[in-house]
């Protein structure tokens, strides 16, 4: 079975300072992961996935995540915080079992508050 | 705006009651991802549909059903409610089947269900 864990519910940072959001995965087979961003009262966005392609993924609004897979990880990060950036945001991999649905499974998430 | 379109935006009714949500994914989308979002589960994964046939089932009580229509359009019925079913519940959608893994989903906006 399938499972991403993201380490700490809140991380709080001021404006322009370095955002590291964590994730670690479980899976028996390549994983397919993605980084979702939920806004207040919104659905979920794409920030930027990994499909085994290059191992940094550069995603918008200015983020990007490395796969790794000695560590089983694949942190979000973004060099500088800006006001905007205050969400919720969700780790997940591609169910790869044998249906093969691409149906995803999700962290707990992560509430990002930055700090003026 | 992801082009999904979910209705209603709000629906608060009592408990025992039926409810349905309705869900248009993207133009040209055949997959349709029903997801429930609450504060003790998280994003869990309800079911999905395929060109109008049901293709993987995730965590769905039997007092909830869907089906998705020849013109592509989900409904989520939820009969019998229960307090514990107030939640948001997202519909998501992609285009292909074969890829599905590693494809992107789109998010509609949701729908917050109270039931009281």
């Known amino acids: 079975a399938q499972s991403v864990t993201q380490l700490g519910s809140h991380v709080s940072v001021s404006e322009g300072a370095l955002v590291l959001l964590r994730c670690n995965y479980s899976s028996s087979v390549p994983p397919y992961l993605f980084w979702y961003v939920q806004y207040p009262n919104q659905g979920l966005q794409l920030l930027l996935k990994y499909t085994s392609a290059a191992t940094l993924v550069k995603g918008i609004n200015g983020f990007e995540a490395e796969f790794k897979k000695s560590e089983t990880s694949f942190h979000l990060t973004k060099p500088s915080a800006h006001m905007s950036d205050a969400a919720e945001y969700f780790c997940?991999?591609?169910?790869?079992?044998?249906?093969?649905?691409?149906?995803?499974?999700f962290g707990q998430g992560t509430t990002l508050q930055v700090k003026p | 705006d992801s082009g999904v379109t979910q209705t209603p935006k709000h629906l608060i009714t009592a408990t025992g009651q039926r409810v349905t949500l309705r869900c248009s994914p993207r133009s040209g989308d055949l997959s349709v991802y029903w997801y429930q979002q609450s504060l003790d589960q998280g994003l869990q994964f309800l079911i999905q549909y395929y060109n109008g046939e049901e293709r993987a089932k995730g965590n769905i009580l039997e007092r909830f059903s869907a089906q998705q229509f020849p013109d592509l359009h989900s409904e989520l019925n939820l009969s019998s409610l229960e307090l514990g079913d107030s939640a948001l519940y997202f519909c998501?959608?992609?285009?292909?089947?074969?890829?599905?893994?590693?494809?992107?989903?789109?998010f509609g906006p949701g729908t917050r269900l109270l039931v009281l």
């Open positions: 998501a959608s992609s285009g292909s089947r074969l890829a599905a893994v590693q494809e992107t989903q789109y």
């Open positions: 997940a991999v591609s169910d790869r079992g044998s249906s093969n649905t691409g149906k995803l499974i």
